[in-house]
């Protein structure tokens, strides 16, 4: 498993940025393509995943509504778009992967061992 983050920058608050997480996954297990962020002095927390039989789509309840998570057709390419971006978005942004892990696990960060570097977002107020 590859994974490559990119597409942060710094945004005023209001403003949007997508990321992207370029991936080479070979398995034929299920998995999950997820998004955590980790902001200074604070723990890596969850933000959205995505599973890769059936698209079906999970939100931290912090950016539901907000931010939307998809998928190119080849799942090559896995998006962040995040809307309505607010100063406590501020963070490094990672995705990651998680292999054959279950859907009640699907916002545990242990669950998933395979990570891209991150890409810093930078909202200003």
């Known amino acids: 498993v590859q994974l490559q983050a990119s597409g942060g920058g710094l945004v005023q608050a209001g403003g949007s940025l997508r990321l992207s997480c370029a991936a080479s996954?070979?398995?034929?297990?299920?998995?999950?393509v997820g998004w955590f962020r980790q902001a200074p002095g604070k723990e890596r927390e969850f933000v959205a995943a995505?599973?890769?039989?059936?698209?079906?789509?999970y939100y931290a309840d912090s950016v539901k509504g907000r931010f939307t998570i998809s998928r190119d057709n080849a799942w090559s390419t896995v998006y962040l778009q995040m809307n309505s971006l607010q100063p406590e978005d501020t963070a490094v942004y990672y995705c990651?992967?998680?292999?054959?892990?279950?859907?009640?696990?699907?916002?545990?960060?242990?669950?998933?061992?395979?990570w891209g570097q991150g890409t810093q977002v930078t909202v200003s107020s």
């Open positions: 990651a992967v998680a292999i054959g892990t279950i859907l009640s696990q699907v916002r545990v960060i242990t669950e998933y061992d395979n």
């Open positions: 996954i070979r398995t034929s297990n299920n998995y999950y």
């Open positions: 995505i599973k890769r039989r059936g698209g079906y789509t």
